[in-house]
Nanobody, 125 residues
Framework: QVQLAESGGGLVQAGGSLRLSCAVS????????MGWFRQAPGKEREFVAA????????YYADSVKGRFTISRDNARNTVYLQMNSLKPEDTAVYHC??????????????????WGQGTQVTVSS
């Protein structure tokens, strides 16, 4: 059974940093791209960042570009999201997901097949 477990969320002041982790168990996804999405209360889920299977390519939403960094460690089956210069508008539940191979855009949540339960990130002003 495939499981994705996010961790590292919490409460932080504006301007602070957090590092999210997503550990995948039950199967190896070293040949799949991975992504992070977030959902704030009353809003639709939105793309945050994605990384190719080998880490050579990364993609970011304009709202987080230059502040967030996605990375992965295939030996540990883990994906990370380093979040710096956090803003109150970054407050959301953050989910990691495994992208289906050959599924197209990394920014569409419909192209991802497995999802974690999410971790809450709250940024106070």
């Amino acid at each position: 059974q495939v499981q994705l477990a996010e961790s590292g969320g919490g409460l932080v002041q504006a301007g602070g940093s957090l590092r999210l982790s997503c550990a995948v168990s039950g199967r190896t996804f070293s040949s799949n791209a991975m992504g992070w999405f977030r959902q704030a209360p009353g809003k639709e889920r939105e793309f945050v960042a994605a990384i190719s299977w080998n880490g050579d390519s990364t993609y970011y939403a304009d709202s987080v570009k230059g502040r967030f960094t996605i990375s992965r460690d295939n030996a540990r089956n883990t994906v990370y999201l380093q979040m710096n210069s956090l803003k109150p508008e970054d407050t959301a539940v953050y989910h990691c997901a495994v992208k289906r191979k050959y599924s197209g855009s990394s920014q569409l949540d419909s192209n991802y097949g497995f999802w974690g339960q999410g971790t809450q990130v709250t940024v106070s002003s």
